[in-house]
């Protein structure tokens, strides 16, 4: 039995998992919960991910939920790709920006996000919370000074090797223009994801996401 992608996509952390998938070629089938239909409070589904959320994962009996952590499992079915270094120090690096990107980069990026593309879509609001913005505004640009500086010098995250690094930061960068991410000061950033969105993988999974409304997840 191929392995299960529970997702509701184009939510960011439903792309990050699905190009992953698609990175490394892996046999995966998409499972949609429809978070607009309540799918994700089906009895079924909260069985396999009593959060409600998604994405979920599940390869036989195995199941587990938390995009990251998902990420980390489809690689090691491809230990040989890089996307997760096999000596301790690399992984240990990778994982770090795996977790800065959950205490910090997500929660920054995924207020525009709500804002400007769940409010709308799923919830029929169509005015902004300016407060929210403005709170959102801060703390995206004190995680993105952190990220514009790790990339100096380096075309990823990590260094020259593609990693799971890179799938977590740049997911919810595919909607930058249409959340308004306030990206022009950083050159770096802006360089690096253009390095992403030209990947097969990520124009791939792009494709995959195109029809469906944004969601919220874990």
Known sequence: MSIELYVFPPSPRAFKVMAVANHLGLDCALRMVDFSKGEHKAPDYVALNPNMRMPTLKDGDFVIWESNAINQYLASQKPESGLLPTDEKGRLDVTRWQFWDLAHWDSACAVFVFEYLVKPALLGIHEQDAAALAKGTESFNRAATVLEGQLKGRK???GDTLTLADFALGAPLIYADAVHLPLAPYGEIKRWY????????????????TARPAATAA
């Open 156 to 158: 990823y995250v990590t």
């Open 194 to 209: 253009a390095t992403l969105a030209g990947l097969p993988a990520w124009q791939k999974t792009l494709a995959q996401c």
